[in-house]
């Protein structure tokens, strides 16, 4: 996991009182959220939890949304990027070759 990535909502079945968590203990409502890519998911919210528009898809990525017909749209020009990815949109591919070639050299003890 990356650790720049933002965590949607509040995490519910990982509450510290875990041994509560089996069982009919809280009321709990399963909300089927739908992809662009018809990837359904199904989280669970507490009773009183806020149900957010849109969920993550955990397959793809994708937002995901309540309407199986009518999925949010993937993403408002900001895909899965990879590390790499940002790296790159931020420095030139000079910096990187600068870059890359100063570390080699650290690597083989010439700085
Ligand atoms: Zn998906």
Redesign the pocket.
Known sequence: MASGNAIRGSRVGAGPMGEAERGESAPRNRISFW?????E?KPSFAAEAVIPDTWD?P????P?GQDEHNPPAPSRNEPYKTHLAYVRERRTDADGEAILAEALAKLRGEI
Do not use: E, P
């Open positions: 992809c662009a890519n018809k990837h998911t898809c397959r793809c990525g994708f995901a």
